[in-house]
T-cell receptor, first 112, second 115 residues
Framework: KAGVTQTPRYLIKTRGQQVTLSCSPI?????VSWYQQTPGQGLQFLFE???????NKGNFPGRFSGRQFSNSRSEMNVSTLELGDSALYLC???????????FGQGTRLTVV | AQKVTQAQTEISVVEKEDVTLDCVYE???????LFWYKQPPSGELVFLIR??????QNEISGRYSWNFQKSTSSFNFTITASQVVDSAVYFC????????????FGKGTRLHILP
């Protein structure tokens, strides 16, 4: 079965712009989580959606937002980009909490 | 509070040697789940194992084995007869039964297998 698909794979944006990243989970998985990975901070939880509802949010500013559609596909949006937002953004899908999370290849965002 | 510590930042071993990656965790929950993930250069996190807190049996899968010890809050990962393809960053992670829905990751251990 198809894995988790994230688009685009690479993105370059300038400061102040906004960006939308997309994640298609494994078929049948209703939980989608987003993580930010940077060399300094490691993997940090952004938020998790289940059946179109945000169940939890990490410690990130309001510029980071997301949503989930009825087909479980999810998008995350970052507004007013800052240089420090440059990172690998990983999406994970799972059946529910505490079950195995399967990750996509990530979107590498570079803010210049 | 949840915390996962991987004290080894980087390890290099020669091919065919055995190597153990350490993981120590902290949690106040009595029911929790531990994971190991592998991240090759391509960036995708590859799921390796999930273990719940009530199952302390060690597990072996091919050249991989895991040693879970609640008494020391450790969940160590051993690769036997390492191969160059094992080179990657390995993450240990924790999620709590009654906590929020996030997985807490350690900082990762970068493993270099030298030919």
């Amino acid at each position: 079965k198809a894995g988790v698909t994230q688009t685009p794979r690479y993105l370059i944006k300038t400061r102040g712009q906004q960006v939308t990243l997309s994640c298609s989970p494994i078929s049948g998985h209703r939980s989608v989580s987003w993580y930010q990975q940077t060399p300094g901070q490691g993997l940090q939880f952004l938020f998790e959606y289940f059946s179109e509802t945000q169940r939890n949010k990490g410690n990130f500013p309001g510029r980071f937002s997301g949503r989930q559609f009825s087909n479980s596909r999810s998008e995350m949006n970052v507004s007013t980009l800052e240089l420090g937002d440059s990172a690998l953004y990983l999406c994970a899908s799972s059946l529910d909490k505490n079950t195995e999370a399967f990750f996509g290849q990530g979107t590498r965002l570079t803010v210049v | 509070a949840q915390k996962v510590t991987q004290a080894q930042t980087e390890i290099s071993v020669v091919e065919k040697e055995d190597v153990t990656l350490d993981c120590v965790y902290e949690t106040r929950d009595t029911t929790y789940y531990l994971f190991w993930y592998k991240q090759p250069p391509s960036g995708e996190l590859v799921f390796l194992i999930r273990r719940n807190s009530f199952d302390e049996q060690n597990e072996i899968s091919g050249r991989y084995s895991w040693n879970f010890q609640k008494s020391t809050s450790s969940f160590n990962f051993t690769i036997t007869a390492s191969q160059v393809v094992d080179s990657a960053v390995y993450f240990c992670a924790l999620s709590e039964r009654w906590g929020d829905d996030k997985i807490i990751f350690g900082k990762g251990t970068r493993l270099h297998i030298l030919p």
